[in-house]
Every structure is written in structure tokens, then in C-alpha cells.
């Protein structure tokens, strides 16, 4: 810790620190259940190598539930507005050049959301915090990133799992999509990756994540840095993509990667004929008379 | 509701400072240490220490090393301890160089040996009780933030005073315990890191298990390591044995981080067989006793979504992330830090 950021550290402590311990009630609280699924929106990427497939219209896709086909109630492209949930890890293996490229790459990602765009933002390191909420307004979120320090352990686990639960009650005419970024595995969550990838097939969010992995590092208690196979399954699962980042001074250009990914996607919506209401469905998207690549949820949990 | 204050360090008073202007660091410091012994109100005590680093009080902690008055090196250790634990929560690294000062001055109470002769036996217990607690507190601490290898060095100094300390080596059982967490072979792709990470989780929890059971023979009323050992033996799949660790340590358990830790484990092992109605009353629990734990927070927020009960979920996950950070929050998360140890420091200042 330099001198300037001791100094802040103790001017927080000296100023703030009230630790308790305390026991309170809290108040006992009744289930409540959200309405069956009625229109199922798949969101799709449909990409010919590294290029985004445009064009496509719903007589292009066949998609299946529980192995019943669909009839599509529409099909739209780049025209949804985005509800973007940003995660971003600020553990303390992010200090200094690596957290400045972070901030700088994710100042640029918010500077080209479009106005009818939704950003929130999340940090975690070892707490969780949600920084700013859901906004249209982009002046928050630019100095909540400008604020940004980062020290501590990772609770990534935690972190995921507690953004999908903030995913908007009525996503409306948006596309709630979730970035996460890290550059660890899990130090010090409660809930384990098999937790969280349930969570994320019930969630309906999409998932994309950017990893940053350098092969010269070797993280915390001697455990060697590789990409992590949970960030993989969880993109897989949540519909999205991966990328790699093997510098931050990579993240601008991949953060750009990843919105220009997302608005390159396509929306399809139907609603669920010929199957039974509640539980998992397996969802299958595949082309008819065009080609292309297809990344889409591999399936919903209706309840 | 019940309400433990640990520690409480107000604002840096610019006026306190500018009074002071010709005032050396060892002046202002033993001020304070000597404001901490007559109060007891470490918030007040060092105030005038917001401009001085761990850095600047070297000559001040050297100055009192050299004095060697036994109350003076206590208050001082005693003050150490609390800045560190103020501290640790806004910086891992920041705590640190307060507990490794706070060592020494808590290490020079005990007279060196070839003088012990000359000390009362009981003299000598408390001097032994008074180091060996605030190590583990320190340490304690340490576990809190996931500074595990900082907290065992802590706990290498209190052994030796202690070797068959029920607390110290319950703490070293947490730190294997927390090292063998970080390893989840299901991250691993290639099967040589998935053995690699199974089998050192495995050698890390056989050492986590030692300790609690080394613990255990020291004191087998010690709540805490029953706890523990509960715990480990339910991430070894022994869910009997596990249950009743975990039933035996939450029976004699009387203070509430115990009592938080038997019902998160006990949840998690709930969950694990399926009983999801057990593991939500296990957690609720957990969560009645501490109500900012992020990983009580999240495991009521997990079942809640299993039980079909979303809106809930969310409700108290978007509760939790939107609230004010709690300048304590890491006290309680994992459950890991020593209030009770704290508590008897101060008690003890006092007398």
C-alpha cells in the first residue's frame, strides 16, 4: 500500500470504523411466486467466424422446447435496448495498472451505450456491493468506475449469484444481459460454482464474461492461474461468450468486442405451445436456408 | 437487540492536529496509548494518531520497547489491535504493519527467561494469556479478511507460549480449512489440474481436521472446534459423523458466532441431503444472529430460489447488495473473528 492510499485507509478508518456485532430481528417473511412463463425470449447470436450474421428473419430459425417446435411471435435485431448488469472484480490482485485499464475500458464501454440503454453497476472483491443501480443516466456509473480501488479476496461465486437476483422484475421492451469480468478464481464465497450455474439456468439473464489471464502469474497460495472451466460453463449456460484477456491493456478493445456482440444478437420471442408449464426446458435454436454459428440459453426454468 | 461494539474510531480532528504542531510521533503516540489506558476508548485514544503511519510510529513503538513498563507495552498492544482491526477491513495489506508492531510490543510483556525466575507463577499465567489472546485475535482477524498466510505467522508466535491451546489450534484448523476452500477441482479443465487441486484440497482438509481434533483433545467442550470438525468431515462426506459434530458444538455453544457457524454448517449439510426446509431454518438462523453476513445472506437467497419462493430472493439479495457497507462487514462474514478474545483484552486493560 503506498503513502497516498495509507493515508486514505486510515483517514476511512479513523473516520468510520464502528464495528457491531448485533443481533436483529428481522421480520419473518411469506413465499411469494412469480407468474408461469407466457412469452420465453431466447436471445441468439448468430456469428460466421468472427462476424456477426445480420439479416436473419424468423423464417430463418427453427426452435424447439422440450423438443416441440415453436411458432415465433417476433424476431428483432439491434433494436432492443440493452439492461446491462456490470460485475466487475476489484480484488486486490487488480491494484494499480491492471484496475486504471479496467476502469479506462469500462469508462469506454458506458460512453457507447446507446441513451435508451440501462447500466447498473456491481464491484466485488471480498464484499458486494452494488454501486449504482440500474440507470440511464451515465454520470453514476462513470464516477462509481473513477472511485474504483481494489484489495481483497474474490467472492465471485457470491457476486454473480446476487447480480442475477437483481435482474429487473420487468425487463420490458429490454434485454437483460449480465458482463462479468475477473481475473480469479473464487477465494472466499459461500456458494460454490454448481450454485451459481443453477441459479443462472433459472435466471434468464444472459451471461457474458471477460476473464483476464496472464500465464506469468501465479495467484494467491501458490495456485497456478488458468482459465477457470466454472467462467466457461457459466457463459455456456448463461447464453454468452467468453473472452480472453491475456493483458488489461487488452479489456478496452475486448469490452468493445463484447457490445458490439450483444448488439449483433438477435431477440426471439414465442410462447410455449404443446409442452407442460413448469420445470426445465431445453431449448433448441438452429438455421434454416443461412448459416452461421448459434450461441443461445441452452434452455429456461418455468415455475 | 444486542449490540457489541468492537471498536469505534472517529474523525481526525484537524484542530487536534494543528494544536500540536512541535509534538514529536513518540509524544503524540504515548499521549494516546496513555489517553487509551485512563479512558479505555480507543476511538477517542487515537484520534491524534490519523496523520501517522504504522511507519511514523516506529520510533514511538521502539521508545516504548525501551521502557519496557508492562501496563504501557499492554495499552499500547491493546490499541495496536484495535487500529489494525479498524484498518484490516478497508485494506488487507493496511492492518498488517499495525498487528506486526502490536506483536512486539505484546511479545515484550513476558520478561525474557533467564529473569522468569524472579515473577510469580500467576504473574506469569496472565502475562501468557494476555499474548497468547491477542495473537489469536489478531489473527483471528486475518482469517476474516482471507489473509491466511499473514495469520499464520500470528498464530506461530502464540504457540509456543500456548501449545495446547483449544482456540489457537482451532484457528490453525481455519486456516488449513480456508486454503483447502480456494481449491475446487471442478475449476480445472485438464485432468492433471483437477487431480493436482483434489488432491491438495484433500491434504489441506486432513490437516484442518488434525488441528480441530488436536483442539478437541485439549478441550472437549470447546464449541468452536467441534464446530469446525463438523464441518470437515461434512466436506470428507462423513454426513453422520458431521451431524453429530455439528449437533454436540451448537449444544454447547454460547456465543453467537458459534451458534452463526453451527447453523450455516448445519444448513449446508441439510442442503446437501436435500432437505431444503431444514437448510432455509438453518440459514434464517444464521441469518436472525448476523444479519449483515454476506454468506448468510446468500445461502437464505440460494434456498429461497430452490424452494420457488424468487420474489423473496431477490428481495433480501437486492436488500443486502443496495444497503450501506457496514464499515464492519467482514466481522461478520465467515465468523472467523475472535470477539470474544477482544472483549477480554479491553476487560482485562481495565482492571
Redesign the interface.
Same mark, same amino acid.
Given at each position: *500500500?503506498d503513502?497516498k !492510499?495509507? !493515508?486514505q485507509?486510515?483517514?476511512?478508518?479513523?473516520?468510520?470504523?464502528?464495528?457491531? +456485532?448485533?443481533? /436483529?430481528?428481522?421480520h419473518a417473511?411469506?413465499? /411469494? %411466486?412469480?407468474a408461469s412463463v407466457d412469452v420465453v425470449r431466447v436471445d441468439v447470436s448468430v456469428m460466421n467466424g468472427l462476424t456477426p450474421v445480420a439479416g436473419l428473419k424468423p423464417q430463418n430459425f427453427v426452435v424447439t422446447d422440450n423438443g416441440v417446435p415453436q411458432t415465433l411471435d417476433s424476431v428483432s435485431l439491434d433494436t432492443v435496448p440493452l439492461n446491462l448488469m456490470m460485475v466487475l472484480d476489484t480484488s486486490?490482485s487488480l491494484a494499480g495498472e491492471r484496475l486504471a485499464n479496467l476502469i479506462d475500458a469500462m469508462n469506454g464501454l458506458v460512453k457507447s451505450l446507446r441513451p435508451e440503454d440501462t447500466a447498473a453497476l *456491481?464491484t466485488f472483491s471480498?464484499?458486494?456491493?452494488?454501486a449504482v443501480?440500474g440507470t440511464k443516466d451515465r454520470m453514476p456509473l462513470i464516477a462509481a468506475l473513477t472511485g474504483l480501488t481494489a484489495?481483497?479476496?474474490t467472492?465471485v461465486n457470491?457476486a454473480i %449469484?446476487?447480480a442475477l437476483?437483481?435482474r429487473p422484475?420487468d425487463a420490458g421492451e429490454s434485454r437483460p444481459v449480465l458482463l462479468l469480468f475477473s481475473d480469479g478464481?473464487?477465494?472466499?464465497?459461500?456458494?460454490?460454482?454448481?450454485?451459481v450455474i443453477? @441459479?443462472t439456468k433459472?435466471s434468464g439473464m444472459l451471461v457474458h464474461v471477460v476473464e483476464l489471464v496472464a500465464d506469468e502469474w501465479m495467484g494467491? $497460495?501458490g495456485?497456478e492461474i488458468?482459465?477457470?472451466? %466454472?467462467l466457461?460453463t457459466l457463459a455456456d449456460t448463461g447464453g454468452g461468450r467468453r473472452w480472453f484477456a491475456k493483458s488489461s491493456r487488452d479489456l478496452r478493445e475486448l469490452f468493445g468486442k463484447a457490445l458490439n456482440e450483444l448488439r449483433a444478437r438477435y431477440l426471439l420471442t414465442y410462447s410455449p405451445a404443446g409442452v407442460s408449464r413448469e420445470g426445465w426446458h431445453d431449448v433448441k435454436v438452429t438455421l434454416t436456408n443461412a448459416r452461421g454459428d448459434v450461441t443461445a440459453r441452452p434452455g429456461y426454468f418455468a415455475? | +437487540? &444486542? !449490540?457489541?461494539? /468492537?471498536?469505534?474510531?472517529?474523525?481526525?480532528s484537524v484542530s487536534t492536529l494543528l494544536a500540536q504542531p512541535d509534538r514529536s510521533a513518540t509524544e503524540i503516540y504515548r499521549a494516546a496509548v496513555a489517553e487509551y489506558l485512563k479512558s479505555g476508548d480507543a @476511538?477517542r485514544a487515537?484520534?491524534p494518531?490519523?496523520?501517522l503511519?504504522p511507519e511514523q510510529l516506529e520510533p514511538a513503538v521502539k521508545a516504548i520497547l525501551s521502557r519496557a513498563d508492562p501496563r504501557e507495552l499492554e495499552g499500547a498492544a491493546d490499541l495496536h489491535l484495535e487500529?489494525g482491526?479498524?484498518?484490516a477491513?478497508?485494506? =488487507?495489506?493496511?492492518g498488517a504493519a499495525y498487528f506486526d508492531q502490536g506483536s512486539r510490543l505484546v511479545n515484550a510483556i513476558m520478561p525474557p527467561p533467564a529473569i522468569r525466575k524472579g515473577v510469580s507463577a500467576l504473574r506469569l499465567e496472565q502475562m501468557t494469556l494476555i499474548s497468547s489472546t491477542w495473537h489469536r485475535v489478531a489473527a483471528s482477524t486475518l482469517l476474516s479478511?482471507?489473509d491466511?498466510?499473514r495469520a499464520r505467522s500470528l498464530m506461530q508466535r502464540a504457540l509456543p507460549l500456548v501449545p495446547k491451546s483449544a482456540e489457537i489450534l482451532t484457528l490453525l484448523g481455519t486456516a488449513s480449512e480456508i486454503?483447502a476452500?480456494?481449491?475446487?477441482p471442478?475449476?480445472?479443465?485438464?485432468v492433471t489440474?483437477k487431480t493436482h @487441486?483434489g488432491f491438495e484440497r484433500a491434504r489441506r482438509l486432513l490437516a484442518a481436521e488434525q488441528s480441530y481434533k488436536a483442539a478437541l483433545e485439549s478441550d472437549p467442550t470447546y464449541p468452536l472446534a467441534l464446530i469446525r470438525l463438523g464441518r470437515v468431515q461434512f466436506l470428507h462426506d462423513n454426513i453422520k459423523a458431521a451431524r453429530e459434530s455439528l449437533e454436540r458444538g451448537a449444544a454447547l455453544a454460547r456465543e453467537?458466532?458459534h451458534q452463526f457457524l453451527a447453523a &450455516?454448517f448445519m444448513g449446508a449439510l441439510q442442503e446437501s441431503q436435500n432437505d431444503l426446509a431444514g437448510a432455509n431454518h438453518s440459514y434464517?438462523r444464521a441469518?436472525?444472529?448476523?444479519?449483515q453476513s454476506?454468506?448468510?445472506?446468500?445461502?437464505v437467497? %440460494?434456498v429461497?430460489? *430452490?424452494?420457488? #419462493?424468487?420474489? $423473496?430472493?431477490?428481495?433480501?439479495?437486492?436488500a443486502? /447488495?443496495?444497503a450501506k457497507?457496514?464499515?464492519?462487514? #467482514?466481522?461478520?462474514?465467515?465468523g472467523a473473528f475472535d =470477539?470474544e478474545g477482544l472483549l477480554w483484552l479491553r476487560q482485562h486493560l481495565r482492571q
Amino acid at each position: *500500500m503506498d503513502a497516498k !492510499a495509507g !493515508a486514505q485507509v486510515r483517514r476511512g478508518a479513523i473516520a468510520a470504523l464502528v464495528a457491531a +456485532m448485533s443481533l /436483529t430481528v428481522i421480520h419473518a417473511r411469506q413465499p /411469494t %411466486f412469480r407468474a408461469s412463463v407466457d412469452v420465453v425470449r431466447v436471445d441468439v447470436s448468430v456469428m460466421n467466424g468472427l462476424t456477426p450474421v445480420a439479416g436473419l428473419k424468423p423464417q430463418n430459425f427453427v426452435v424447439t422446447d422440450n423438443g416441440v417446435p415453436q411458432t415465433l411471435d417476433s424476431v428483432s435485431l439491434d433494436t432492443v435496448p440493452l439492461n446491462l448488469m456490470m460485475v466487475l472484480d476489484t480484488s486486490g490482485s487488480l491494484a494499480g495498472e491492471r484496475l486504471a485499464n479496467l476502469i479506462d475500458a469500462m469508462n469506454g464501454l458506458v460512453k457507447s451505450l446507446r441513451p435508451e440503454d440501462t447500466a447498473a453497476l *456491481m464491484t466485488f472483491s471480498e464484499p458486494i456491493r452494488l454501486a449504482v443501480k440500474g440507470t440511464k443516466d451515465r454520470m453514476p456509473l462513470i464516477a462509481a468506475l473513477t472511485g474504483l480501488t481494489a484489495d481483497g479476496s474474490t467472492s465471485v461465486n457470491d457476486a454473480i %449469484f446476487l447480480a442475477l437476483q437483481l435482474r429487473p422484475v420487468d425487463a420490458g421492451e429490454s434485454r437483460p444481459v449480465l458482463l462479468l469480468f475477473s481475473d480469479g478464481r473464487d477465494t472466499s464465497s459461500w456458494l460454490r460454482s454448481e450454485h451459481v450455474i443453477e @441459479a443462472t439456468k433459472r435466471s434468464g439473464m444472459l451471461v457474458h464474461v471477460v476473464e483476464l489471464v496472464a500465464d506469468e502469474w501465479m495467484g494467491t $497460495r501458490g495456485v497456478e492461474i488458468r482459465p477457470s472451466a %466454472f467462467l466457461g460453463t457459466l457463459a455456456d449456460t448463461g447464453g454468452g461468450r467468453r473472452w480472453f484477456a491475456k493483458s488489461s491493456r487488452d479489456l478496452r478493445e475486448l469490452f468493445g468486442k463484447a457490445l458490439n456482440e450483444l448488439r449483433a444478437r438477435y431477440l426471439l420471442t414465442y410462447s410455449p405451445a404443446g409442452v407442460s408449464r413448469e420445470g426445465w426446458h431445453d431449448v433448441k435454436v438452429t438455421l434454416t436456408n443461412a448459416r452461421g454459428d448459434v450461441t443461445a440459453r441452452p434452455g429456461y426454468f418455468a415455475q | +437487540m &444486542m !449490540a457489541i461494539r /468492537t471498536a469505534a474510531i472517529v474523525a481526525v480532528s484537524v484542530s487536534t492536529l494543528l494544536a500540536q504542531p512541535d509534538r514529536s510521533a513518540t509524544e503524540i503516540y504515548r499521549a494516546a496509548v496513555a489517553e487509551y489506558l485512563k479512558s479505555g476508548d480507543a @476511538a477517542r485514544a487515537a484520534r491524534p494518531l490519523a496523520a501517522l503511519g504504522p511507519e511514523q510510529l516506529e520510533p514511538a513503538v521502539k521508545a516504548i520497547l525501551s521502557r519496557a513498563d508492562p501496563r504501557e507495552l499492554e495499552g499500547a498492544a491493546d490499541l495496536h489491535l484495535e487500529i489494525g482491526i479498524a484498518v484490516a477491513g478497508l485494506s =488487507v495489506s493496511g492492518g498488517a504493519a499495525y498487528f506486526d508492531q502490536g506483536s512486539r510490543l505484546v511479545n515484550a510483556i513476558m520478561p525474557p527467561p533467564a529473569i522468569r525466575k524472579g515473577v510469580s507463577a500467576l504473574r506469569l499465567e496472565q502475562m501468557t494469556l494476555i499474548s497468547s489472546t491477542w495473537h489469536r485475535v489478531a489473527a483471528s482477524t486475518l482469517l476474516s479478511i482471507n489473509d491466511v498466510a499473514r495469520a499464520r505467522s500470528l498464530m506461530q508466535r502464540a504457540l509456543p507460549l500456548v501449545p495446547k491451546s483449544a482456540e489457537i489450534l482451532t484457528l490453525l484448523g481455519t486456516a488449513s480449512e480456508i486454503d483447502a476452500g480456494v481449491l475446487d477441482p471442478d475449476n480445472w479443465d485438464s485432468v492433471t489440474g483437477k487431480t493436482h @487441486a483434489g488432491f491438495e484440497r484433500a491434504r489441506r482438509l486432513l490437516a484442518a481436521e488434525q488441528s480441530y481434533k488436536a483442539a478437541l483433545e485439549s478441550d472437549p467442550t470447546y464449541p468452536l472446534a467441534l464446530i469446525r470438525l463438523g464441518r470437515v468431515q461434512f466436506l470428507h462426506d462423513n454426513i453422520k459423523a458431521a451431524r453429530e459434530s455439528l449437533e454436540r458444538g451448537a449444544a454447547l455453544a454460547r456465543e453467537p458466532r458459534h451458534q452463526f457457524l453451527a447453523a &450455516m454448517f448445519m444448513g449446508a449439510l441439510q442442503e446437501s441431503q436435500n432437505d431444503l426446509a431444514g437448510a432455509n431454518h438453518s440459514y434464517e438462523r444464521a441469518l436472525y444472529i448476523a444479519p449483515q453476513s454476506q454468506h448468510a445472506v446468500a445461502a437464505v437467497v %440460494f434456498v429461497d430460489l *430452490m424452494l420457488g #419462493w424468487i420474489n $423473496r430472493a431477490e428481495e433480501v439479495g437486492r436488500a443486502y /447488495t443496495s444497503a450501506k457497507l457496514d464499515d464492519a462487514w #467482514w466481522l461478520h462474514k465467515t465468523g472467523a473473528f475472535d =470477539v470474544e478474545g477482544l472483549l477480554w483484552l479491553r476487560q482485562h486493560l481495565r482492571q
